[in-house]
Nanobody
Framework: QLQLVESGGSLVQPGGSLRLSCATS????????IGWFRQAAGKERDVVSC????????HFLDSVKGRFTISRDDAKNTVYLQMNSLIPEDTAVYYC???????????????????WGQGTQVTVSS
């Protein structure tokens, strides 16, 4: 059974850092592209970052460029989202998603992904 489980969300002060993890099971991670999305209260779910199955293609939402990085450790079946210099506008539930892929495509919309985690809450507040 394919599963994705996010962790690492927390309450953090502005300027702080968090590392989110997306632990996967039930499939070979190196055959899947992964996306990180977030949904703030009352807003639509937006892509934050994505990484291709081969890891060579990466995308970031403009507002997080230079602050967030994405990485994958296929041996550990885990994808990470490192978030630095957090601001209140980053407050949201963060989700990871997976779709089968064999190459270097990075997918940027919800409809591109078939499998989702349950989400982890990130709150940036003083």
């Amino acid at each position: 059974q394919l599963q994705l489980v996010e962790s690492g969300g927390s309450l953090v002060q502005p300027g702080g850092s968090l590392r989110l993890s997306c632990a996967t099971s039930g499939f070979a991670l190196d055959s899947y592209a992964i996306g990180w999305f977030r949904q703030a209260a009352g807003k639509e779910r937006d892509v934050v970052s994505c990484i291709s199955a081969r890891g060579g293609s990466i995308h970031f939402l403009d507002s997080v460029k230079g602050r967030f990085t994405i990485s994958r450790d296929d041996a550990k079946n885990t994808v990470y989202l490192q978030m630095n210099s957090l601001i209140p506008e980053d407050t949201a539930v963060y989700y990871c998603a997976a779709r089968s892929s064999s190459g270097y495509m990075c997918y940027r919309t919800q409809d591109d992904y078939a499998f989702w985690g349950q989400g982890t809450q990130v709150t940036v507040s003083s």
